[in-house]
Every structure is written in C-alpha cells, then in structure tokens.
C-alpha cells in the first residue's frame, strides 16, 4: 500500500480548516506557511482578497529559520498590525500542528498586543 505523504495530509487539513474560518475586515486571517528556508506570515482581508501585512524570515537579517526566528516574525507582524491599526486576528494555522515554529510565531504576535 502506497503511503500519502506528509504534505498532502497538511493540505487535506488545510482545506479543512479554511472552511471554517474567514479574514474580514474587523477580523482579517493571519495565514502562516513555512518552507525548507523559511517561514511567512501574512495578515489577508477574505473579503476583498488583500494581503494587508506580510513578513518572512527571509526578509529580516540576521533571523534564521528556527524557533527563535518565528518569534521574530511574529513580533514584527504584530508591530505593523499595530501601526495599520488591527487590533485582532483570526489564526490559520494551515494544517500545522501548533507546536514548534508555528507556536512561537503565535506568542510573539501575542507579545505585541495582537488578539486572537
């Protein structure tokens, strides 16, 4: 019997999150992807289909692809969801388990005052 992959189980469970959950514009979705190099964060109004706010570990010197690096990413989105004036989020987690990288990036948005 042929074994389905890691990355196909995440997107079945991704789809089956996205169902249930929505960005608005009171509300907009923090979605987080993470790669082989790094790790993404972006804040998206469902509504009118806008990215809002986005930052990556790629994009920041001297942060690298752990732990520590998905706190900074989250601090960072937290800071300019604040200076955009949002105040909460609703989390898409996109099928990751909240644990790890994803956990970290979560408690530093968390650390800046962002809701969700």
Known sequence: MKKTSNNKLRLHRKRRIRAKISGTKERP???VFKSLRGIYAQVINDTSGKTLVSVSTLG???VS???EGAK???KLIGKKCKEKKIKSVVFDR???K???KIKALA???REEGLGF
Do not use: M, W
Request: no cysteine; aromatic share 10%; net charge neutral.
């Open 29 to 31: 979705r923090l979605s």
């Open 72 to 74: 900074e990413v989250g």
């Open 65 to 67: 692809d752990n732990v």
């Open 94 to 96: 996109a099928g990751y």
């Open 107 to 109: 408690e530093g948005a």
């Open 60 to 62: 920041i010197k001297k």
């Open 98 to 100: 909240y644990h790890g």
